[in-house]
Structure formats: structure tokens, C-alpha cells
């Protein structure tokens, strides 16, 4: 069965502190896809990366970077310089290839606060 | 195209009561999720479709939940008889070809 762990319940950082979420997954399937998204008080998920599980390439968008390791099962998430606009609570998900359902499996998400 | 709506955003009920929300995807979105998120806890699967057609349900989804999805177009989700265990957020996604889920902002159920 596929799992996520955010091992991380809460954290509290000040603005422009950089801050590092992480994120451990299990799965059987060789090929399988990794998501982050952040979900503001609003509720809606927003989107932020996906990586497939081919490409351990580590990327950075802006202020925010990833970096993948398939040898650790680890998918962590930084951001540098942080903001206030920042507070959300963040979520690692895992799902499986294109063929199957391709539902995600979430983690239970890292509430960040980032204080001015 | 305004990405995917859910109906209502928020939804107060009395046990024992039935409720049904709503969910419009991206219209060109083949496949179409449910998912429920409780206080402090991520989303989890409930059910999808594939146009009109139902192909997996988690084991969360009780005999009190139905969800259908019509010629492929919106999904609506019932619950009968609810349940103060009901209460959650039920978020709807959709999505077509490689993953690209596109979520709404969700339906906050309360019971009472």
C-alpha cells in the first residue's frame, strides 16, 4: 500500500528564515508520481509540483525548490526567504502511474507560520 | 473555463438529516475524484469516475454515501441518515491524461 509520512506537524519560522518540509513515501509501483500542494485558510488546494518518479532531477521555481532522492524515499520541499504569504498548511502526495485509478495518497500536511 | 466548482461552499445539517453536494469540472476533464479532509488530517479518497462511469470506491464510503456522475458532466455526492462523523471538508478534483488534478475549493459539511 502507498503511504506518506509528513513527519512534521507544525513549524513557526520568522519572514526571510528559509524553511524545509519534508516529506517520506512508500510504495511498491516502480513508476509513480510526487506532488506537493498548499492549501491556504480558504481550503482549496493549490497545486505547486509534481515529479515523476523517473526524474530525480532537483528543481527550484523561484523562491521554492524540491528535492527529490528515490534512494531515502524523500520528496522535500524548501522555501527560501520565506513570507508571510507563505502561511498555509503544505501537502506531500503520492499517486500511481497513468493505468490505474491514479487517486492520490496524502500525507497529513506541515502547518507553516511564517511571522513577521 | 473557472476551473472546477463545488456546491455549496458550506453546509450546516442536523443528524439523521440527507445532504447532497455538487461538483462541476473542468469541462473537458475526463476523470473526476471525491475526497474528504478532516480536521488536521490530509484528504483522502472516496471515489472517482471515469466520464459516467464509477470505477473505484474507498472503503470510507459507506452504504450511506452514493455518488454519481451523470453523462459525464457534473458529480454529485449524497449522504443519507448523516452522522456527526460526517463532518469534514469533501473536495472534488478532476483531471484528463497525465496527472494534472485540478481541485475546488471544497464543501465544509457540519453536523449538528
Known amino acids: 500500500a502507498q503511504k506518506v509520512t509528513q513527519a512534521q506537524t507544525e513549524i513557526s519560522v520568522v519572514e526571510k528564515e528559509d524553511v524545509t518540509l519534508d516529506c517520506v513515501y512508500e510504495?511498491?509501483?516502480?513508476?509513480?508520481?510526487l506532488f506537493w500542494y498548499k492549501q491556504p485558510p480558504s481550503g482549496e488546494l493549490v497545486f505547486l509540483i509534481r515529479?515523476?518518479?523517473?526524474?530525480?532531477q532537483n528543481e527550484i521555481s523561484g523562491r521554492y525548490s524540491w528535492n527529490f532522492q528515490k534512494s531515502t524515499s524523500s520528496f522535500n520541499f524548501t522555501i527560501t526567504a520565506s513570507q508571510v504569504v507563505d502561511s498555509a498548511v503544505y501537502f506531500c502526495?503520492?499517486?500511481?502511474?497513468?493505468?490505474?485509478?491514479?487517486?492520490?495518497?496524502f500525507g497529513k500536511g506541515t502547518k507553516l507560520t511564517v511571522n513577521p | 473555463d473557472t476551473g472546477v466548482s463545488q456546491n455549496p461552499r458550506h453546509k450546516i445539517t442536523k443528524r439523521g438529516q440527507n445532504v447532497t453536494f455538487r461538483c462541476d469540472p473542468i469541462?473537458?476533464?475526463?476523470?473526476l475524484y471525491w475526497y474528504r479532509q478532516t480536521l488536521g488530517q490530509g484528504p483522502e479518497f472516496l471515489t472517482y469516475?471515469?466520464?459516467?462511469?464509477?470505477?473505484?470506491k474507498s472503503r470510507l464510503l459507506s452504504d450511506r454515501f452514493s455518488a454519481e456522475r451523470p453523462k459525464g458532466s457534473f458529480s454529485t455526492l449524497e449522504i443519507q441518515r448523516t452522522e456527526q462523523g460526517d463532518s469534514a471538508m469533501y473536495l472534488c478534483?478532476?483531471?484528463?491524461?497525465?496527472?494534472?488534478?485540478?481541485f475546488g475549493s471544497g464543501t465544509r459539511l457540519t453536523v449538528v
Open positions: 478534483a478532476s483531471k484528463q491524461g497525465t496527472p494534472g488534478y485540478t
Open positions: 510504495t511498491r509501483d516502480t513508476t509513480y508520481y
Open positions: 515529479r515523476n518518479s523517473f526524474d530525480e
Open positions: 502526495a503520492l499517486s500511481e502511474a497513468p493505468g490505474g485509478s491514479e487517486k492520490l495518497v
Open positions: 469541462s473537458e476533464h475526463n476523470r
Open positions: 469516475f471515469q466520464n459516467e462511469a464509477q470505477l473505484e
